[in-house]
């Protein structure tokens, strides 16, 4: 039974839970093992340390990082206003730009263009402009939350900056392109929950996606549930409370000519644990354009705007993105890629 706090999924979602409880969906959710990113220590940013960055970056997709500046004091202080806010009657959270001082339209939750159970994720979010925070930081209306995130998102948007400019020295380019293209007002952050959902096995609580930014920095808690595609397989990340995670997005990929990996992951549910987390999406401005720093270019130039666009047309029609093949230069680069879909991941 939902709480008063929870979105309603089960009356949402009950077709898909039903097809699934008379069995007539079958999905492989199996997870081969448990892994640790790859841990890169902050303390020393030496060319060692570098290079471990950018291998990370083109082996995994993902890598975590400690001695990051963030306290532990702060990463408490996260986790309990979090709670309260997702607490709050779900009545009042779909009113949140009432209430929490947030833009309109911030507040999300399960999918509403699934289809299909593989489709569903059972969790809720807010969705926050990073412009949002720093407004009402400068503002009478400052909270005990918007001061914590603040704190977190002037941290993790240094490291991205920092992170970006490595990856970029590493392949040989040393321009100011992050500086310019990648300020506070363009990126944004996403405060999660995910309920427990004890109703049926496998579900999951993001479903399977990549990121759609140069890079996302990722606070989580202890519970786990995060996994990611390795070596054709699906492996659980151990969860790591001291560490921030790191993970390369689509535009990366695209800018760096495919050397850096955007690596499809998801969220799966815990059946009596709750589990929260927070997410940094280091973005460029709508109007800035995507082009492969060497050539030959395996993917087209394309604009931010205009990969949004694709990727909400595409989860629009078929209920889940695509995302970079649909920029592959090459038609049987986009089929290579469906037949590796088909007989590999799904």
Known sequence: MDSISDPPFQKAYKFLLDKTQNH????????????????????????????????????WG????????????????????QEKVFKQPFQKKIKEDKFFNFSAGSYRWG??????????????????????????SNGSSTTLLSSTIEQFATIVSNLAQTLADILAERIGDRSSFFKEN????????????????SIADGIHGLMPHTDSDFLTILYQDQVGGLQLVKDNKWVAVKPNPNALIVNIGDLFQAWSNGIYKSVEHRVMTNPKVERFS????????????????????????????????????????????????????????????YEYRIFNID
């Open 182 to 197: 990648c300020v506070p007002k363009t990126c944004y952050l996403r405060l999660n929950r995910y309920p427990p959902c």
């Open 62 to 81: 993902f890598f975590q990082v400690v001695n990051h500046g963030i306290s532990r004091d702060v990463f408490t202080r996260l986790r309990c206003e």
């Open 278 to 337: 927070m997410a940094y999406f280091f973005c460029p401005s709508n109007a800035t354009v995507i082009e492969s720093c060497t050539q030959p270019s395996i993917y087209k130039k394309f604009s931010f705007q205009e990969y949004r666009q694709q990727v909400r047309d595409d989860v629009q029609k078929l209920g889940s993105k695509i995302g970079l093949p649909r920029f592959l230069t090459s038609v049987h680069n986009y089929q290579d890629y």
């Open 111 to 136: 999918t509403p263009t699934a289809t299909c159970l593989r489709q569903l994720s059972w969790s809720e979010a807010f969705h926050i402009p990073l412009s949002d925070i720093i407004d009402h």
């Open 24 to 59: 007539e969906e079958n999905h492989d959710f199996k997870v081969v093992e448990e892994c640790e990113l790859p841990m890169i220590d902050l303390s020393r940013l030496d060319e060692i340390v570098k290079e471990e960055i950018a291998r990370a970056s083109q082996e």
